[in-house]
């Protein structure tokens, strides 16, 4: 399979996606429902009018109003403009025949300005793949932690690590078999650990849907996921949160 990300919204399913998938009881490969981190949250990208929904991703609370996400989620015919309408839920299920149904959240979708959707391979798929979605209204805590400066680069590069998000749980063909849980699963950090400066290397079951989702060492939310060479498959980069660009960025909300 050619290199991909993980957004959810893929060409072939787009329209089952809408019409005709329901939740289930599973989500992220070999993972279980996840009821406690309800800082991990389901991110929708709506049509203009936000009548409707055009593509879905997960991302982790960072704060009452900010949260954290990959950028490639706001992607629109390989543009990503800052201001578009997304929603945000806390649920442990989120039903895709009534995506507006409340309680869900609107706000505003903010790019790092130095993001780029294209790319040539690994690792230029998409650099600076970080965003932050602003809410109209405060959501409750807890919220996930951001991580102290480089400290990605002082962890084994074999760590323990959770990933939770509420993409599909495997691909049969071109159809999820399931989506809309949030769901998590145990992985590690792959040898070697980063690629580059950006990413770190995740061995754990990410798919599509799992994108902006986080990469957690307890409550420290250490990077959002965002694209692999095989989607759904063991091997998963992620943006990490720990670098002076990552944190330059996310410092003008907040946070």
């Known amino acids: 399979m050619p290199m991909a990300s993980l957004r959810l919204v893929i060409t072939v399913v787009c329209a089952a996606l809408v019409l005709t998938v329901a939740p289930s009881a ?3 490969i070999g993972g ?3 009821a406690t981190r309800t800082y991990v949250v389901f991110v929708g990208r709506l ?6 929904m055009r593509g879905r991703c997960t991302g982790a609370l960072v704060a009452p109003t900010i949260v954290v996400t990959a950028a490639h989620c706001g992607l629109i015919d390989g ?3 800052d201001g578009q309408p997304f929603i945000v839920s806390q649920r442990l299920e989120f039903e ?3 995506p507006l149904k409340p309680p869900v959240s609107l706000g505003a979708y903010f790019k790092d300005p130095a993001f780029s959707g294209g790319g040539n391979g690994v690792p230029n798929f998409a650099t600076h793949d970080l965003a932050v979605v602003r809410l109209f209204s405060p ?5 996930a932690q951001l991580p102290s400066l480089g400290l990605v680069d002082s962890l084994n590069p074999s760590t323990g690590v959770v990933v939770s998000g509420y993409g599909f749980s495997e691909i049969h063909g071109n159809r999820p078999s399931s989506i809309g849980v949030r769901t998590t699963a145990s992985a590690k950090l792959a040898g070697g650990g980063v690629l580059g400066d950006e ?3 995740v061995v754990g079951g990410v798919c599509f849907g799992d994108s902006g989702g986080p990469v957690l060492l307890g409550d420290i939310a250490l990077a959002v996921n965002s694209f692999a060479p095989q989607p759904c498959r063991s091997t998963n980069y992620s943006t990490r949160l720990d670098t002076p660009s990552a944190r330059t960025f996310l410092a003008q909300f907040g946070v």
């Open 47 to 52: 049509t203009p009018d936000s009548t409707g």
């Open 199 to 201: 990413f770190v290397k």
């Open 96 to 98: 895709p025949r009534d």
């Open 26 to 28: 599973t989500a992220i």
């Open 139 to 143: 959501l409750p805590g807890p919220y």
């Open 32 to 34: 279980s429902p996840d």
């Open 79 to 81: 543009v990503a403009p």
